[in-house]
């Protein structure tokens, strides 16, 4: 498939607005971008860091409407770097308003961009506000979308055959009669009786053998990490995360200041060696050992005895985010990285998010207990401690056996919804997409073939579903470097059995094979490639 410059236009502007510009104000002389300095340490992605550059100069009139741009091949020989990068970085622009097509398929400055005089109190849509850090703005940099409703949002639970009535009896029995402490203040580590049902569940469910003592009330998975990011980590502490990986982990350490180095992800999970290549002097590890987001690869035994190693001798934390593993579909159950470890380098974190529904916004720690005796104490003087609301009504429900009935129900269906997905994918569209072999979790990779990628990205493709009412995450966007692989990340915790194969066969018309010639619908023929963000 043989792509224009600018690959496609922006929505709703036809050809003929294009071959009706002005062609006087187009200068005769295409600008580069030579000498634009690339931060190739910063945790800002580089199709975000030229994209804020050109932004910045139309705003300052250095750029005018009409300037014409040199090809993407020569700014990327320019720049060090792909033609996807600069690709990425104009097809954000476009989306908005700041470039436009020329009738050859040149790139050039909107006729609409502001003018230089106005400037004084106009400020870029995407720039951050001057008062804010950089810490931040790196944070804000991060182009991705999240919580968008789908069938197909990776990580999302089915909230149908939640047990509602024994939880809000539990609620209205928790606050009816409560003792006067629990209505006070808790404990910033959460209640004692459900640190002790989380114990206790952890034996149980992932064989993880630890005390109440060693256990922290959090409000999810996201808190606890931002928690941990500024209690390890001093501003440009590298930090291992994995290539490809999970966005949400990376702001959190963004926000702490934290220098992010990318590791690959093989079939054994994290490449450690190559992590200690990188960043010899890491200070923190983030990995997903039992179920790597979004891959769904489980790190081998012999890589995990090798991180832990290297932790252990060069004094380097781990944080095990123990995503989905409750749901494992196939074969015997993984043990957990904090199950091995016997130094007490590694940090556990769990959430109920997805066991019983997001909003509930309770997760847990498990620690050793010089550092949740550290982590409390800060946290007393910060945050106090977790919405006591749910703790006591959570413990109840964990005692009277509710969250294990529940667990053990949804591993049937979602197992089920896997089968069916995997089953239409191979049916529709076999020539198109490869599904990994993972048999954890509520997602599957669907990997590009030689021909889908020959035809079209994966942002391409999710940008076109998404026009048709589809939204599904392409696995590129969970690259922090350049993107090595190409294909899509199918959630199916909500998507029902009987919609798998009028769904894939609705994608399959979109984006298939069978698909050769661009789609006859206006709408989507003239779709901007933008970032479509995960949800």
């Not at 891959?295 to 985010?321: P, T």
């Not at 703790?391 to 053990?408: D, P």
């Not at 995997?422 to 997602?443: F, K, Q, R, Y």
Request: proline share 6%; with cysteine; aromatic share 6%.
């Amino acid at each position: 498939m043989t792509h224009p410059e600018v690959r496609l236009a922006i929505a709703g502007r036809s050809n003929s607005h294009l071959c009706a510009m002005d062609k006087s104000r187009q200068p005769n002389k295409r600008v580069s971008l030579a000498g634009m300095h690339i931060d190739r340490t910063s945790a800002v992605p580089l199709h975000l860091q030229i994209a804020a550059h050109i932004r910045g100069c139309i705003l300052r009139g250095v750029f005018p409407a009409g300037t014409q741009f040199l090809g993407s091949r020569e700014i990327a020989r320019e720049l060090g770097c792909s033609r996807t990068v600069v690709l990425t970085a104009w097809d954000l622009l476009y989306a908005e308003g700041y470039l436009e097509s020329t009738p050859r398929g040149s790139v050039m400055v909107a006729s609409v961009a502001t003018p230089h005089a106005e400037l004084t109190s106009v400020a870029s849509p995407a720039a951050a506000p001057a008062h804010m850090s950089k810490r931040w703005q790196s944070l804000l940099a991060f182009d991705y979308e999240t919580n968008w409703p789908s069938e197909f949002s990776p990580g999302a639970p089915d909230i149908s055959t939640f047990p509602f009535k024994d939880w809000s009896r539990l609620l209205r029995q928790a606050w009816q009669n409560p003792r006067e402490q629990e209505c006070l203040d808790l404990p910033p580590e959460g209640h004692p009786r459900l640190r002790s049902e989380i114990a206790n569940f952890l034996g149980s469910v992932r064989g993880l053998v630890c005390s109440p003592e060693e256990v922290v009330v959090t409000s999810g998975t996201s808190g606890a990490l931002d928690f941990c990011s500024r209690m390890i980590l001093d501003p440009g502490d590298e930090v291992w995360v994995e290539e490809p990986g999970f966005v949400e982990a990376r702001w959190a350490l963004t926000a702490a200041g934290a220098k992010l180095v990318p590791v690959p992800v093989d079939d054994k999970g994290l490449v450690v060696s190559e992590g200690i290549r990188r960043a010899p002097g890491a200070r923190l590890i983030v990995v997903t050992p039992s179920h790597q987001y979004p891959l769904g690869v489980s790190m081998g035994l012999e890589r995990r005895l090798e991180m832990l190693d290297w932790a252990n001798k060069n004094d380097v934390w781990v944080i095990e985010d123990d995503y989905n593993s409750e749901f494992r579909h196939q074969d015997s159950m993984i043990a957990s990285l904090r199950s091995l470890d016997r130094e007490g380098r590694v940090i556990y974190f769990g959430t109920f998010s997805k066991i019983m529904m997001p909003a509930l916004r309770l997760g847990y720690i498990v620690a050793n207990r010089h550092f949740i005796d550290g982590f409390s104490r800060g946290r007393a003087r910060i945050d106090v401690h977790t919405s006591g609301v749910g703790q006591l009504a959570l413990a109840e429900f964990m005692r009277e056996g509710h969250l294990l009935r529940h667990l053990r129900g949804m591993r049937r269906v979602y197992a089920v919804r896997r089968k069916a997905l995997i089953d239409a994918i191979a049916a529709l569209m076999p020539d198109d997409l490869s599904v990994s072999a993972a048999v954890t979790g509520l997602h599957l990779v669907a990997l590009f073939t030689d021909a889908m990628r020959a035809r079209m990205s994966d942002r391409e493709a999710a940008a076109v579903l998404k026009q048709a009412g589809i939204h599904v995450q392409p696995l590129s966007q969970n690259f922090l470097a350049q993107p090595t692989l190409q294909g899509l990340v199918f959630g199916y915790g909500r998507l029902r059995v009987e919609d798998a194969s009028p769904l894939l066969a609705r994608i399959a018309a979109c984006i298939g094979s069978g698909r050769r010639n661009a789609p006859s619908d206006p709408a989507i023929s003239s779709l901007t490639v933008r970032t479509i963000k995960r949800g």
